[in-house]
């Protein structure tokens, strides 16, 4: 039955279509439902039938804490309003222009799937790898769940200094009794257990201030049982640019402190060895028989440019590092949706905060909006995603006051059904997430991760058609 009435009224909410289920996608629905001058109707969206996305798949899986923010999630699940349909790939299951049939707004929170590349020589050798590839491999991503990461070789290199950079060195460089209470995958412990890394060298094209890692992480680093972390104290002495830079910064002047102590403890005879390299640029990545055996990188020097910003430039002095492995974590980029805009050159889709536009600067496209990494780019952490929604969130109700609703195909589910899309509700969700819990229940584990989407979806049906007990 086709609702009428005014857009936003008790009799016709406003229809509202989320794609993407992560943090960006949540505190969406979460500032919609906050409304009082306009009703709502959501449906939440999905390409994996687990709802979550970074929190999930992104964060540390020794990093509990922060996957609690999923609880303010589940109370977001709660409401009548909001349907969650996971297992539903945009642009394959459903296209854009049933969605516009269906839906009277579009929210595109779908972040940014893939990753930067250094555009150097050697960089697709066998053992080049994205630093997002190895995060969704032992945090159990379907799509990477198949990948592999040859632990035998006793160094690696990992280029960058964000939070992701320091999650990949962490990883490698702790025990496997630090990690076998945390919910990592069962293949990821395996192949950890079997590791022969020694070395983890870090490399920034900058210098410790202009480092993107939060103080608890590197401090994090400092604190693991195997591991030493090394700093040359020279890499510390700041040009005058970085000492006026760092004096606005409270994150650059206690990261720096931080780099300080760890310089002054030096190496304490730990079986493992974490070493920062900064003013350091990637320029050629070797091989032998196709697969990385060593990476080249040139000195740099910092130069403060017109507008205020720090830049480097190579110096012509090259080092030649021997590595075996190579994880790049300079950067992340969205993927095009199917008929949606998109700005190839900074990877996000183009808006006017929030509301989608044809093209960078462009018109508004009528109905569809962004938020989250898609939106910005891949900046801030989760809870910079709040403010973020709120942005787009009022913009979409201000538009609510001048649009006709046109979603007039009616409910999304018959459409669905009729195409045999085997989509995921929230109960479903939270049937496979009970059986993962009392998985890990009985290894002291947070959880036990189920990573093959097939599974998943035998695993729900098989509970949903066990008899209900009197």
């Known amino acids: 039955m086709t609702l009428t009435g005014r857009l936003g009224s008790s009799s016709r909410p406003v229809r509202i279509?989320?794609?993407?289920?992560?943090?960006s996608g949540f505190y969406a629905a979460g500032a919609l439902l906050q409304q009082k001058d306009a009703h709502v109707s959501i449906d939440l969206f999905d390409r994996l039938p687990t709802p979550y996305g970074l929190v999930r798949y992104g964060v540390a899986p020794d990093h509990q804490k922060i996957k609690s923010v999923t609880r303010i999630y589940e109370r977001t699940m709660k409401d009548r309003r909001v349907r969650y349909f996971g297992n539903v790939d945009l642009g394959a299951d459903i296209t854009h222009a049933e969605l516009k049939a269906h839906y009277d707004q579009i929210v595109y929170a779908v972040g940014a799937q893939s990753d930067k590349r250094l555009g150097i020589p050697g960089e697709d050798l066998e053992g080049s790898f994205s630093a997002t590839e190895f995060v969704a491999w032992y945090n159990g991503h379907p799509?990477?769940?198949h990948f592999s990461f040859d632990?035998?070789?006793?160094?690696?290199?990992?280029?960058?200094?964000?939070?992701?950079?320091?999650?990949?060195?962490r990883i490698l460089a702790k025990s496997v009794s630090e990690l076998e209470t945390t919910d990592i995958t069962d293949y990821a412990l395996e192949a950890l257990r079997d590791s022969s890394v020694k070395r983890i060298h870090i490399f920034a094209r900058r210098g410790p201030v202009q480092a993107k890692f939060t103080n608890p992480e590197i401090k994090e680093l400092g604190e693991l049982e195997i591991a030493d972390v090394i700093v040359n104290p020279a890499d510390l002495v700041l040009d005058d640019a970085s000492q006026a830079e760092m004096e606005g910064d409270r994150t650059a002047r206690r990261n720096l402190e931080t780099l300080q102590e760890l310089a002054e403890r030096g190496p304490t005879g730990k079986p493992k060895q974490i070493i920062f390299h900064f003013l350091r640029s990637p320029t050629e990545i070797s091989g032998a028989a196709g697969a990385v055996n060593a990476m080249t990188t040139e000195k740099n020097a910092l130069k403060e440019t017109s507008s205020g910003?720090?830049?480097?430039?190579?110096?012509?002095?090259?080092?030649?590092?021997?590595?075996?492995?190579?994880?790049?974590?300079?950067?992340?980029r969205g993927i095009p949706i199917p008929g949606?805009?998109?700005?190839?050159s900074w990877g996000v889709i183009p808006n006017e905060k929030g509301r989608v536009t044809d093209e960078h600067g462009g018109a508004v496209v009528p109905g569809e909006y962004t938020v989250g990494w898609a939106k910005r780019g891949p900046?801030?952490?989760i809870g910079t995603n709040k403010p973020d929604a709120v942005e787009t969130v009022k913009l979409m109700m201000e538009d609510v006051k001048n649009a006709d609703g046109h979603g007039g195909a009616g409910d999304i589910v018959p459409l669905l059904q009729r195409k045999g899309v085997p989509y995921v509700s929230f109960a479903d969700w939270q049937i496979l997430e009970q059986i993962e819990n009392e998985r890990g229940a009985l290894r002291g584990q947070p959880r036990v991760k189920i990573t093959d989407v097939d599974e998943m979806l035998r695993l729900i049906q098989s509970a949903k058609a066990e008899p209900v007990l009197p």
């Open 17 to 23: 279509a989320i794609i993407g289920a992560g943090p």
């Open 143 to 145: 799509d990477f769940r």
């Open 151 to 169: 632990l035998s070789v006793e160094s690696v290199a990992v280029i960058g200094v964000g939070n992701v950079a320091m999650d990949v060195t």
């Open 309 to 332: 910003y720090i830049a480097c430039r190579g110096i012509g002095a090259y080092t030649e590092y021997d590595v075996g492995l190579v994880f790049r974590s300079i950067g992340y």
């Open 340 to 344: 949606v805009p998109f700005h190839e």
């Open 379 to 381: 900046t801030g952490v």
